[in-house]
Nanobody, 126 residues
Framework: QVQLVESGGGLVQPGGSLRLSCAASGFTLDSYAIGWFRQAPGKEREGVSCISRRDGYYADSVKGRFTISRDNAKNTVYLQMNSLRSEDTAVYYC?????????????????????WGQGTQVTVSS
C-alpha cells in the first residue's frame, strides 16, 4: 500500500522551531521528487520546498529559515523549520512528484503530484 504520513507538527511560539517528517511506505521516496506544501485557513495551498535527485527548491517566504533533507535509509523526508512566524501557521502536506523536471516546477506548478499525505498542523502563536 502506497502511503505518505506526515508528523511533527504542533504549537510553537514565534521564533521557535519544528521538524516535520514525511515517511513513505509501499514505495521508495528516492525515486521521486518530494514536495512540502501548506494551506492556511482561507488560503490556497502553496508550495514550500522540494527535494529530488537533481535539485532542491525553497519558496521565497521560507528561504533561509527552512531546510529540507532526506534520509533514504528511513525512507523519510524532513522539513526543519526555524525562526517560525505566525504566517507559517498552516496544515503542512508532503507529496510525490516526478524527478525528471526541476523541483521548482513540481512545487510551483503542482506538476503531476501523485501521492499526498494527510497533513500535519503547524500553529505559530504566543
Amino acid at each position: 500500500q502506497v502511503q505518505l504520513v506526515e508528523s511533527g507538527g504542533g504549537l510553537v511560539q514565534p521564533g521557535g522551531s519544528l521538524r516535520l517528517s514525511c515517511a513513505a511506505s509501499g514505495f521508495t521516496l528516492d525515486s521521486y521528487a518530494i514536495g512540502w506544501f501548506r494551506q492556511a485557513p482561507g488560503k490556497e495551498r502553496e508550495g514550500v520546498s522540494c527535494i529530488s535527485r537533481r535539485d532542491g527548491y525553497y519558496a521565497d517566504s521560507v528561504k533561509g529559515r527552512f531546510t529540507i533533507s532526506r534520509d533514504n535509509a528511513k525512507n523519510t523526508v524532513y522539513l526543519q523549520m526555524n525562526s517560525l512566524r505566525s504566517e507559517d501557521t498552516a496544515v503542512y502536506y508532503c507529496a510525490t512528484g516526478p524527478n525528471y523536471v526541476p523541483c521548482r516546477t513540481v512545487v510551483g506548478g503542482f506538476y503531476k503530484l501523485t501521492n499526498w499525505g494527510q497533513g500535519t498542523q503547524v500553529t505559530v502563536s504566543s
